[in-house]
Nanobody, 127 residues
Framework: QVQLVESGGGLVQAGGSLRLSCAASGRTFSSYTMGWFRQAPGKEREFVAA???????KYADFVKGRFTISRDNTRNTVYLQMNSLKPEGTAVYYCARDGTAWNGWDTFMAGRSIGSWGQGTQVTVSS
């Protein structure tokens, strides 16, 4: 079972930046699509961004132009650079790895094909 460990969350003022990291265990990191989801208090978990094994990226509309996802396969790590943060971005951010069979972007972005989740890291954006 792969383990995903997030770091980099914290408290930031609106307009500020944070970079989240997710370190994955295992030797097949480069073969999987990796993503970030978030869950705000009282809301359902939602897709934020993802990067495929070959570098294709996807973003939720509400983060386009402000967030950048990247991966370093030599370090088994995926990053989420978050700029121009807004108070509505306050949430627990979760790292996710796709399951063993790729079922397409729609399924991944809906969270229905996730094989492993991290424990989450809190991001709080003050106004």
């Amino acid at each position: 079972q792969v383990q995903l460990v997030e770091s980099g969350g914290g408290l930031v003022q609106a307009g500020g930046s944070l970079r989240l990291s997710c370190a994955a265990s295992g030797r097949t990191f480069s073969s999987y699509t990796m993503g970030w989801f978030r869950q705000a208090p009282g809301k359902e978990r939602e897709f934020v961004a993802a990067v495929s094994w070959n570098g294709t990226t996807k973003y939720a509309d509400f983060v386009k132009g402000r967030f950048t996802i990247s991966r370093d396969n030599t370090r088994n790590t995926v990053y989420l650079q978050m700029n121009s943060l807004k108070p509505e971005g306050t949430a627990v951010y979760y790292c996710a790895r796709d399951g063993t069979a790729w079922n397409g972007w729609d399924t991944f972005m809906a969270g229905r094909s996730i094989g492993s989740w991290g424990q989450g890291t809190q991001v709080t954006v003050s106004s």
